[in-house]
């Protein structure tokens, strides 16, 4: 398979670095291609604005998502948004490796969001979710917390891992933009304990002998959603 590895974090001998540098030396022995944009290292340009186009359409009255459907057809993207495109439209498989800040994803892989999941190239008005741009690749977040396991449970003091936290970037941006998003790999709380970091690289290198096993995450197809975009009776 080809693999793209999305990396956001600013040090390289963290925990995260760690987790990286294995699943490139794991994947690539086990005859995978891999690529890693290394988001710190690359300074990827966090924060969309005019100059993510080569032209605009419309300098009078600066509009992001309709400059992104122009620069689609244009091909008139900046080259650090159009190197990720390609990227991710020469990938199978995509791995998000980053720590869990605010909740959410470090503000660096945010605006590879904003900047590089464009209008007319991930999405439009009948092309998101199961037919989005990039149906057909599958996604895996992993990630690193602070707080433990038990805090991210349903009445934990931080919320279900899944439903509350991880779902506007499973959902919201991985399925919206027509990837699968399988099961997330979570190592918590890796600051604390020697042991625990030993155990969770052989957890991780395990999960990456078999990555076309791990089981996706069930979300509705769109059609199961009517014109006033609410869930049809029947699925509810
Ligand atoms: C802005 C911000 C917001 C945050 N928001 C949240 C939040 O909302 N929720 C939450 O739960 N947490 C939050 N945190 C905490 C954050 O998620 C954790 O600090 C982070 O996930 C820990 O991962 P790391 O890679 O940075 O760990 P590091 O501290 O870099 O690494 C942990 C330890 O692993 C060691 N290590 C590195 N490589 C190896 C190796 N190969 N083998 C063994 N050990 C190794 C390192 O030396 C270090 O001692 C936040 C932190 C920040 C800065």
Do not use: C
């Not at 209008?119 to 989005?132: A, E, L």
Request: aromatic share 14%.
């Amino acid at each position: 398979m080809n693999i793209l590895i999305i990396y956001a974090h600013p040090e390289p001998k963290s925990f995260n670095g760690a987790l990286k540098d294995l699943a490139v030396s794991e994947l690539t022995s086990l005859g995978h291609h891999v690529k890693v944009s290394d988001l710190y290292t690359m300074n990827f340009k966090a924060v969309a604005g005019r100059e993510d186009f080569i032209e605009l359409q419309n300098d009078k009255f600066f509009k992001y998502a309709v400059e992104q459907k122009n620069a689609v057809k244009t091909k008139g993207f900046s080259k650090d948004i159009e190197e990720e495109q390609e990227k991710l439209l020469w990938a199978d498989f995509v791995i998000f490796q980053f720590p869990l800040w605010w909740y959410s994803v470090p503000a660096i892989l945010k605006g590879w969001f904003d900047r590089v999941f464009a209008s007319g190239f991930i999405y439009s008005g009948d092309m998101r979710y199961d037919t989005g741009g990039l149906k057909g690749r599958k996604a895996m977040l992993s990630i690193t917390t602070g707080s433990p396991k038990h805090a991210y449970t349903p009445f934990g003091m931080d919320g279900d891992i899944h439903e509350k936290i991880l779902y506007h970037i499973n959902h919201g941006m991985l399925y919206f933009s027509g990837m699968e998003p399988v099961e997330p790999f979570i190592a918590w709380t890796p600051s604390h304990d020697e042991e625990d970091r030993q155990m969770y690289l052989e957890r991780y290198k395990e999960r990456l002998n078999r990555l076309t096993e791990i089981p996706s995450i069930r979300y509705h197809s769109s059609t199961n959603y009517g014109p006033d975009h609410q869930l049809k009776d029947k699925y509810r």
